[in-house]
């Protein structure tokens, strides 16, 4: 059995500090949402309000039709896995799995039963009889993973689970638990910083800022059509250049920025364009070119540096530093004066803030 | 190569030591030196003396009574320091810094000053019996320590083990029996061990607290020392050290003495 989950309209303080700020945020049910931002932002207050470790100002929890808000964190019936494992340190890995259902008062013999079935199916029913002190990272994270899911809970929450794992074992643990949380269909809440993670986790994906939600989307619609400045530079749209429509020509759209740089754009690539609107580019979004001919932004280049599989420009414009990148084949010494023109598939339209 | 250590260091280190052990090695030869008076280095053997503890009433009285102070206050200690340690620690984000300083302070108060103000209020104050007045002074002597120790031990425990147990259907009491104290037992042992010696060993609490037919075996060994010069002083003080020496090698054995310094 697993279920929705619905949080309405929460606000959160620290002592007087306003930590979250009205947000909502519905989990479908059988989906895995990631809360995605840098520390502080409020992703790990969220999961902990929804644990019922603290209590919002105001605004509702809902798990399917139960109301959390004024449940105790014993008796809301989630599945949670900790960035630090937090395994008993004093019960072997069989106890620490079978706690849950000891206290749902199974019976000790089917408590065993149900403890080994899913330590067998995270790999692990081996080290059933070891303390946790003697098992890897990766396996006490499994184990921390059992142990949230033998309770079969009807919403799983996750917070920072792979941070402590190595980089190579990251990578499996997070397809491993994808694997897992599809298998069973449980509804779940992953909290992570880092974007990679949770792109490849996820169905959808919030990020978050200063106690607010900036855009709850899929990963897709995330990565190439961000809904404002902050979302756009969290996912690597590096140049924010503020533009003005001077010319439309069917679907072509003339611009031109504040100081004369002018940029055509085709509105079948990017959708509707607003009169005045921000164009947020990639650094490979910005195509570097000494021909004379060609309509972009005119620039100086500054440092230059090397990335494998580009050279990277910093770029100074009248629209501001922009970072470009251009070709290993054409190499341009610092202080050219280049144009740079828009690639639209790397690029995205804002509205101005 | 080995280095060389300093020959003046070795005589220092020998020196220390002479000033440490000496003392009580004068003592155990005089404890069981056929005289009746102190003598070093003993002249003849006897336990006598040691039987004699047990002859003089006031020994037997003192002995028991000490005991019963310090099993007695260090429970206490323990029922009142265990929550104190583990609030302090669970929320001290949320606590003011100089909460936890608070709970430390009587060890920094001359302990002679505690006595004397414990003996104004509550003995002569409040007129609670002899006993109790000496058992809850001793309470609050251990107190401070306990609070320590277990502090030490609670601020390594990590306490998302304690919300994961929760968020398992443990309710908080329950967690708190099951999940915490079986992973601070190591520190509550320290803590007792620690309290328990103090106690035993404590005079200036006690001076002000013991009354007529109540006293504990530190103020008995003081006033025997007034009245008497014999051996039996030097026999009840080997014993005080014996039993502190016991249960060092206890501690060491099950804990390591880390546990207790640290």
Not at chain 1, 120 to 146: F, I, M, N, T, W
Not at chain 1, 248 to 275: C, F, N, W, Y
Request: with cysteine; aromatic share 8%; net charge neutral.
């Amino acid at each position: 059995m697993t279920l929705p989950l619905s949080i309405d309209q929460i606000t959160a303080h620290y002592g007087t500090t306003k930590v979250l700020e009205d947000l909502s945020l519905t989990v479908g049910d059988g989906e895995l949402v990631s809360l995605l931002g840098a520390s502080g932002c409020g992703k790990t207050t969220t999961l902990r309000l929804v644990a019922g470790f603290l209590q919002p100002t105001s605004g509702a929890i809902r798990l399917g039709d139960k109301d959390l808000t004024r449940l105790p964190a014993h008796g809301r019936d989630i599945g949670l896995v900790f960035q630090n494992y937090a395994l008993f340190p004093h019960l072997s890995v069989k106890n620490n799995v079978a706690f849950g259902l000891k206290q749902r008062k199974l019976a000790s013999g089917e408590r065993d039963k149900r403890a080994l079935e899913m330590l067998d199916r995270v790999g692990l029913a081996h080290l059933a009889d070891r303390l946790p002190g003697e098992l890897s990272g990766g396996q006490k994270q499994r184990v921390a993973l059992a142990r949230a899911l033998v309770i079969e809970p009807p919403l799983l929450m996750f917070d920072e689970p792979l941070s402590n794992l190595d980089a190579k074992l990251r990578v499996d643990m997070r397809v491993e638990i994808r694997q897992l949380q599809r298998a069973n269909g449980t509804t779940a809440l992953y909290v992570t910083h880092d974007q990679e993670e949770a792109f490849s986790i996820s169905d959808r994906v919030a990020i978050m800022n200063s106690g607010r939600i900036m855009q709850l989307d899929t990963p897709e619609t995330l990565y190439q059509r961000p809904a404002n400045k902050f979302v756009a530079h969290f996912v690597g749209f590096e140049n924010l250049i503020d533009l003005q429509v001077t010319a439309r020509d069917g679907e072509m759209v003339h611009a031109q920025t504040h100081d004369g740089g002018k940029i055509t754009l085709s509105q079948e690539r990017l959708g509707a364009i607003p009169d005045a609107f921000v164009l947020a580019t990639r650094p490979d979004g910005l195509v570097v070119t000494n021909d004379a001919s060609a309509t972009g932004l005119p620039a100086t280049l500054g440092m230059r540096t090397y990335l494998g599989r580009a050279y990277q420009y910093q770029c100074q414009t009248g629209a501001g530093q922009l970072i470009a990148n251009g070709s290993l084949a054409t190499p341009f010494e610092s202080g050219a004066q280049v144009t740079l023109v828009p690639n639209p598939d790397q690029c995205a339209i804002l509205q101005p803030e | 190569m080995a280095t060389r250590i300093h020959p003046l260091l070795i005589l220092m280190t020998i020196v220390v030591y002479i000033f440490l052990i000496g003392p009580l090695i004068i003592i155990f030869g005089a404890s069981v030196s056929d005289t009746t008076f102190l003598a070093f280095p003993p002249q003849g053997l006897t336990l006598h003396w040691f039987e004699n503890i047990w002859e003089i009433s006031a020994f037997r009285r003192t002995i028991v009574t000490s005991f019963q102070v310090a099993l007695l206050g260090t429970a206490m200690a323990l029922l009142i320091g265990i929550p104190a340690a583990y609030a302090l620690n669970r929320h001290r984000i949320q606590l003011p810094g100089w909460l936890s300083t608070l709970f430390v302070l009587p060890i920094l108060i001359p302990e002679i000053v505690i006595g004397f103000s414990l003996l104004r209020s509550i003995n002569v104050g409040l007129g609670v019996p002899v006993f109790f007045a000496l058992l809850i002074g001793h309470t609050l002597l251990v107190l401070p320590y306990v609070i320590r120790v277990i502090s030490a031990s609670l601020a390594s425990f990590d306490f998302s083990i304690e919300e994961a147990a929760i968020s398992l259907g443990s309710r908080p009491v329950k967690t708190f029996f099951t999940i915490v104290l079986p992973n601070v037992r190591s520190g509550i042992l320290a803590a007792f061990i620690l309290a328990f010696i103090t106690s035993i060993n404590d005079v200036s609490v006690s001076l002000f607290l013991t009354g007529p037919g109540i006293s504990t075996l530190p103020i008995q060994i003081l006033a025997h020392v007034e009245q008497f010069f014999d051996p039996t002083i030097a026999s009840v003080s080997v014993l005080l050290m014996m039993l502190t020496i016991i249960v060092m090698i206890i501690v060491e054995r099950t804990l390591g003495l880390t546990a207790v310094t640290k």
